[in-house]
């Protein structure tokens, strides 16, 4: 089975407007089904990924973005690594079987983890890192051929022109990589995941898409994206070259993507109700981690990133705390009740979804926030900076940035017994660990939440005998 990732991608991009400059996924699309993926909540790559790949919900992993807090501190420090995850991957549920396995970049992957293969690290690998690769010798033959292999690029830098060739260069790497490891044994399961789709959006979205509030058609990076596309597209062809008519394709993306309208400044927010309160005030743009709080007299915080992850201040917990335990429920009402209130520039409702993280998931380990925050149903951002004037910011507070995550990433399966074209209804990220079991004739482990999608939705879709 050959497992392709482009993160965050969403239906509408890959099956209908980019779907011309993408020749060999048109082909595939032909002879395969395909589906919109339901993400995680909350749909980011770090816990999309892993969901994807573990088939347990994010609570239950203990990962609730890209980073976390160290000890119930007051900053996002720690940055989730592969040996965090509680129970083993796809990856190593297949290498305890026997099974070859080779993986380029999928998340998390960094250190690597030993499977019964080779394992590449991905975009989370610290710049500089060496130890990049399963088995550890991989990385210095892969710079050998390669040169230089890139993780990611710095999609926020403001440099339009240089970013596009960057990123252009960054993904013919990967998939040059990916095509050579393919070929140095007959695998049974190769993954490889790129990162530079989700970089795009972020980058180039308003340039493209007439539905973003600051589109010009006179723009000069209007094809970026289906350059960029057409380049993916290129990648894919070539592993497809090179796999058997036995072969299984999958192509899945973590997330969708959708114009962003700006930020909500959740902290100044807070600071107006009375929830957060400061020493002095901060200037304009100043990171929350900056910020001189009186914890002493601070209810609660909020993380910046797509959505707001909220922290209670509570007694005995937090360092400083100072919510004593019994009034946390009457705290999260209120907070709940007030942010439901919320009116975004223009007077409408903001639409803020408040939900605890016990609400959504089976069961909530690690650091968990104590309310998660949509707004506008991911159209607005959770500034991570405070001191504007303004509660709403046009732009993100962390540079320039054309794009929010949607709820909705790509299913297509390639099966070469059942090689025509069918739409399937929205599938869930959770199920895709159990499903890829199921094709390969596998039992999944037990802590395993989700469900094969033949039993999801029906389809009848063979189960061969384990090789
Ligand atoms: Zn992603």
Request: hydrophobic share 40%.
């Amino acid at each position: 089975m050959l497992i392709i990732g482009l993160d965050g991608v969403p239906p509408e991009l890959l099956f209908d407007r980019m779907a011309d400059v993408m020749p060999n996924v048109r082909r595939l699309l032909r002879t395969s089904r395909r589906a919109p993926l339901r993400s995680t909540d909350p749909p980011l790559s770090v816990p999309a990924w892993p969901v994807m790949f573990t088939g347990v919900d994010p609570g239950t992993l203990g990962v609730y973005g890209f980073r976390h807090r160290s000890e119930n501190g007051y900053t996002l420090d720690h940055i989730p690594q592969s040996g965090d995850l509680p129970v083993p991957t796809l990856w190593e549920i297949l290498s305890q079987r026997g099974y070859r396995v080779g993986v380029v970049g999928m998340p998390l992957g960094y250190p690597p983890p030993a499977i019964n293969g080779a394992y590449v690290s991905d975009f989370l690998t610290p710049a500089g890192a060496t130890d990049t690769t399963f088995p550890a010798g991989l990385h210095a033959e892969i710079e050998r051929r390669f040169g230089r292999y890139v993780f990611d690029v710095s999609f926020r830098s403001g440099e339009r022109e240089v970013l596009a060739d960057e990123l252009l260069a960054m993904t013919d790497r990967r998939f040059a990589v990916a095509s050579w490891l393919l070929g140095q044994e007959p695998w049974d399961v190769f993954a490889v995941h790129e990162i530079g789709t989700d970089r795009l959006h972020h980058a180039y979205w308003k340039y493209f898409d007439p539905a973003h509030p600051e589109f010009d058609p006179e723009n000069p990076y209007a094809e970026v994206a289906r350059r960029y596309y057409a380049a993916v597209d290129t990648g894919i062809g070539r592993l497809l070259g090179q796999i058997d008519e036995r072969t299984r394709v999958l192509i899945v993306s973590d997330h969708g993507a959708m114009p962003m309208h700006g930020c909500f400044c959740i902290n100044d927010w807070l600071e107006r109700r009375g929830y957060l309160v400061v020493r002095q005030p901060p200037t304009p743009g100043t990171p929350f981690e900056k910020a001189d709080v009186d914890w002493s007299r601070t209810s609660a915080w909020g993380a910046g990133g797509y959505y707001a992850r909220i922290f209670f201040n509570i007694r005995g917990r937090e360092r400083s705390g100072a919510v004593a335990p019994e009034e946390v429920a009457a705290l999260r009402d209120q907070l709940a009740g007030e942010l439901g209130q919320v009116l975004d520039p223009a007077g409408r409702p903001l639409g803020a979804r408040v939900v605890a993280p016990s609400e959504l998931y089976e069961s909530v380990r690690g650091d968990a926030p104590d309310l998660m925050v949509y707004f506008g149903d991911l159209k607005w951002r959770s500034a991570g900076t405070m001191g504007h004037p303004d509660l709403f910011l046009a732009e993100n507070d962390t540079g320039p940035d054309d794009a929010v995550h949607g709820w909705d990433g790509v299913f297509v399966l390639y099966d070469p017994s059942h090689a025509r074209a069918e739409t399937l209804p929205t599938l869930a990220i959770r199920d895709v660990t159990p499903t890829i079991l199921h094709l390969l004739g596998e039992v999944p482990p037990a802590h395993v939440q989700g469900r094969s999608i033949p039993e999801v939705v029906g389809a009848s879709i063979p189960s061969p005998a384990a090789p």
